[in-house]
């Protein structure tokens, strides 16, 4: 088989989840926009969350043309991207007990906000007590997550729960277990993961919603312009100068 054609059926694969989870997410969508919209009339403020590379969709978010304004990344150390020598150092965070709780209790959230947590697996500890954790606080939670995991894995969390157990909307992915799309005789583990694809068109969706619902509701988003066009530097200071008390990541 060519390289061409496996390319074409990973984009094939990739097209195939992006329909499913706009044609089967849609409520959850619509609901996890509004709740951001309902923070943002508010005067709450947003937070995003991912470990390992769940926090590339989670960082999508953040300071990005396009975006609202007031989405700030809610950093674990060690647990961002990939960005801790040893990457495999990462992974065992995941599964530390009380770190989560550490991070929020000193983070600048309180009740009233929205956290948007990312976990593919949504078995490990991390995002477990994170979700469990911010609602103790009186935080919206958002999950984005594949519930294929649920049934297809056993938990890392004492309570024996995966995040979807303690969100007030769950995004459901449809990543399938491993996420891998592709498989190849001449090549003995599957390849080619597309979640990252997907979580992130899931976040943006959502983000839309809840820009549409306050223009809806006569409320001007706060939204990012790109620094690269004319006026665009401009606008964003008047955003920043706007929100600078829900805004963390120019601190």
């Known amino acids: 088989m060519s390289d061409s054609k496996l390319a074409g059926q990973f984009f094939d694969a990739a097209i195939g989840l992006l329909q ?6 849609a409520g959850a969508i619509e609901a ?3 709740i951001v919209a309902d923070a943002v009339a508010g005067g709450g403020r947003l937070f995003a969350f991912g470990a390992g590379h769940s926090s590339l969709a989670a960082q999508d978010l953040v300071y990005r ?3 609202l304004a007031l989405m700030n990344l809610l950093a674990v150390p060690g647990a961002v991207g990939v960005d801790v020598m040893p990457a495999t150092l990462g992974s065992a965070l995941e599964r530390v007990d009380g770190l989560a709780g550490a991070v929020l ?4 959230v309180r009740a009233g906000d929205v956290l ?3 976990s593919l697996s949504g078995r490990n500890t991390l995002p477990v007590e994170m979700a469990t954790h911010a609602r103790a606080l009186g935080l919206k939670v958002i999950g984005v997550t594949s519930v294929a995991y649920a049934t297809g ?20 992915s449809k990543i399938a277990l491993g996420d891998a799309e592709l498989t190849l005789d001449s090549i003995p583990a599957p390849f080619a993961p597309a979640s990252t694809v997907v979580t992130s068109a899931l976040l943006q969706a959502v983000m839309a919603t809840a820009a549409g619902t306050l223009a809806e509701r006569g409320i001007e988003p706060p939204m990012l312009r790109s620094g690269n066009v004319d006026g665009g530097l401009e606008w964003n200071a008047r955003v920043f100068e706007e929100y600078a008390d829900r805004i963390f990541y120019r601190r």
Do not use: M, Q
């Not at 499913?20 to 997410?25: A, H, I, N, S, Y």
């Not at 894995?153 to 459901?172: E, Q």
């Open 105 to 108: 209790d000193s983070a600048p």
């Open 65 to 67: 043309a396009g975006g």
């Open 153 to 172: 894995t056993t938990s890392r969390n004492p309570s024996g729960t995966f995040l979807k157990d303690h969100c007030d909307v769950v995004l459901d």
């Open 20 to 25: 499913r989870v706009r044609d089967e997410e």
């Open 32 to 34: 996890a926009g509004t």
């Open 116 to 118: 948007v947590i990312v």
